[in-house]
């Protein structure tokens, strides 16, 4: 645990409910945990509420989304795809030589059971197009649903599918979803993310059909 916590992870969109629960996850795993918000004190605020809903203070911090990034090793994504791109644009010089992990997929909100695909084919394409070759983006924890996370201390039913085309950081990236609980596949190269982003309408269909909330992935007859 002490080697993680020479690690900083920034999780830009931390306030929300995926990111929130992410981030209690990895700082129970022994690392160092910058929450981001376009607001540094709203940061603040979902960061005391986080630490008090774990008992003990100062565990996560906050700070506006630049400040954030720069503090960190490696950057988680997880904002609504509608603000992707500017918050993008605006972290942008503080992503050179580093790894983004992106969360987000894109949902029609008018028809979020039915798969579509955003002009870039994914978010997570879109995102490595925006940054460019500097910044390497791998697509993971879009099949999660936010209500498992925000216990840290629930078990979660589903397994996580990681896309990327550089193998170094794929590694890292299933690095924190082993870290979050979960077990992570290598689900090949980041165009790859069209599917297992798509389909996180399908289980957003499921879960209204069967009347559930939970609904998630599981990878069958894989010894690892």
Request: net charge negative; charged share 20%; with cysteine.
């Amino acid at each position: 645990m002490s080697n993680n916590l020479l690690l900083t992870l920034a999780v830009i969109g931390g306030t929300g409910a995926e990111g929130s629960g992410l981030a209690m996850r990895w700082v129970r795993s022994g690392y160092r945990v910058v929450i981001g918000s376009r607001s540094a004190q709203k940061a603040a605020e979902r960061c005391a509420e986080l630490n008090q809903q774990m008992g003990e203070p100062g565990l996560i911090s906050g700070a506006e989304n630049s400040a954030a990034a720069k503090s960190a090793d490696l950057i988680v994504l997880a904002v609504p795809y509608g603000a992707q791109k500017d918050i993008l644009e605006s972290i942008r010089p503080e992503l050179n030589g580093k790894i983004l992990i992106n969360v987000g997929a894109w949902i029609n909100p008018e028809r979020p059971a039915t798969v579509e695909l955003p002009p870039g084919l994914s978010s997570s394409l879109e995102a490595q197009e925006q940054l460019g070759a500097d910044v390497r983006v791998v697509a993971a924890f879009q099949n999660v649903s936010a209500e498992y996370l925000s216990d840290p201390e629930r078990e979660i039913d589903c397994d996580v599918l990681v896309c990327g085309d550089d193998a170094e950081a794929k590694v890292s990236a299933m690095r924190m979803v082993e870290a979050a609980g979960m077990t992570a596949y290598d689900a090949g190269p980041l165009k790859n993310s069209i599917v297992v982003e798509g389909f996180t309408s399908i289980l957003v269909g499921i879960n209204k059909r069967y009347h559930a909330r939970l609904a998630g992935i599981r990878i069958t007859g894989v010894s690892l």
